[in-house]
């Protein structure tokens, strides 16, 4: 059973910066396929960026590329979210969510793909 814990999360002015973190512990052999999303209240979840640890090759969804960067420390068995030029619209609740084995990239910001989940960390921007 992997166990995840998001960190980081805040509230920022539009243009601004936050980092967010995803400490994960539990078994780890093997390669995963590790994203973050995002879920607005009353709005399905939405994937944000995902990594497979095999090859660390990523994925974006087109709302984020360019401003954020999802990033893993194999020293801290830690999934990162380094998100730059925030606007409001992505205000929202971040999780941090994690599942055995290769995805085609073209399903890794399923949220249907991910059994493991953290519990959330709000990131409110504000113009």
């Known amino acids: 059973q992997v166990q995840l814990m998001e960190s980081g999360g805040g509230s920022v002015q539009a243009g601004g910066s936050l980092r967010l973190s995803c400490a994960a512990s539990?078994?780890?052999?093997?390669?995963?396929?590790v994203a973050w999303f995002r879920q607005v209240s009353g709005k399905e979840r939405e994937g944000v960026a995902a990594l497979y640890t095999g090859d660390d090759t990523t994925t974006y969804a087109d709302s984020v590329k360019g401003r954020f960067t999802i990033s893993r420390d194999n020293t801290k068995n830690t999934l990162n979210l380094q998100m730059h030029s925030l606007k409001p619209e992505d205000t929202a609740v971040y999780y941090c969510a994690a599942r055995k084995d290769w995805l085609p990239a073209l399903r890794r910001l399923d949220h249907y793909e991910y059994n493991w989940w953290g519990q959330g960390t709000q990131v409110t921007v504000s113009s």
């Open positions: 539990g078994p780890a052999s093997g390669s995963f396929c």
